[in-house]
């Protein structure tokens, strides 16, 4: 389990480099300069990603990704197409889960770039005005907004679909495969898979709230009220 969570980290920190440079600009084209700032940049994003670990254990260990019912449905989508073996899955049906993941990389992808170009061009009013038209901010505020939400959905959507690739045989033998068989799976993505999931899962404040120590606010909010998903008032063993 340690080990899944350092590839985790280590994709972040792959992840943070676009954006480091971004930041700074034209310095990133002297090599001198780009090997300081990726030096000082990429320690300072270890230092902040390392402090996800005990988070990610802590998510991992309490079985939280299979509590949450969206959040199992973004796992199942990435591992399903891997479970061959388990439920006996044939060629034709590898291949078309396999497409189903693919599709849901991609949009992922374009959205991701798509919410980039929203934020860049908040960016960019408020550069060019000093109190940009609210209308205007509006706008690219609900894209990101629309963007994020079809994010969090797609893996949900995938699921649904890949589970009318399976028989009612292969559904059912899923049914009854218990959290430890799930998450041994899970811990066999690959690095370039593992984080869109967990990106999926989170979204992007998410990440950002875990790679800070915390986590996201509607966790907290269910653990200092003892409510479930449902609304239910629940005791915590203690």
């Known amino acids: 389990m340690y080990t899944v969570i350092k590839r985790l980290v280590l994709g972040l920190t792959l992840l943070s480099m676009p954006a480091l440079a971004q930041q700074h600009g034209h310095q990133m084209m002297r090599p001198d300069t780009a090997r300081g700032m990726m030096q000082g940049g990429m320690m300072g994003q270890m230092g902040m990603m390392m402090q996800m670990m005990p988070r990610m254990m ?6 939280m990704m299979m509590q949450n019912p969206l959040h199992h449905a973004t796992m199942m989508a990435f591992v399903l197409p891997a479970m061959a073996d388990t439920l006996g899955l044939s060629e034709q049906q590898q291949r078309q889960l396999g497409e189903l993941k693919q599709r849901m990389l991609q949009a992922h992808r374009a959205r991701q770039q798509e919410i980039r170009q929203h934020q ?13 038209d ?6 690219h505020l609900q894209a990101i907004a629309r963007l994020e939400v079809d994010d969090r959905l797609a893996p949900y959507e995938t699921f649904r679909q890949m589970l009318q690739v399976l028989n009612d045989a292969q559904r059912e033998r899923l049914r009854g495969m218990q959290p430890h068989q799930l998450m041994a799976y899970m811990m066999r993505l690959p690095m370039m898979e593992m984080m869109p999931m967990m990106h999926m899962m989170h979204g992007r404040e998410g990440m950002m709230q875990m790679m800070q120590g915390g986590m996201p606010m509607h966790r907290q909010m269910e653990g200092q009220h003892g409510h479930d998903q449902d609304g239910h008032h629940h005791h915590r063993p203690r």
């Open 134 to 139: 609210p209308a205007a901010l509006r706008e």
């Open 120 to 132: 860049q061009a908040l960016q960019a009013l408020f550069q060019s005005e000093q109190q940009p």
């Open 58 to 63: 802590g998510i991992m260990q309490q079985g």
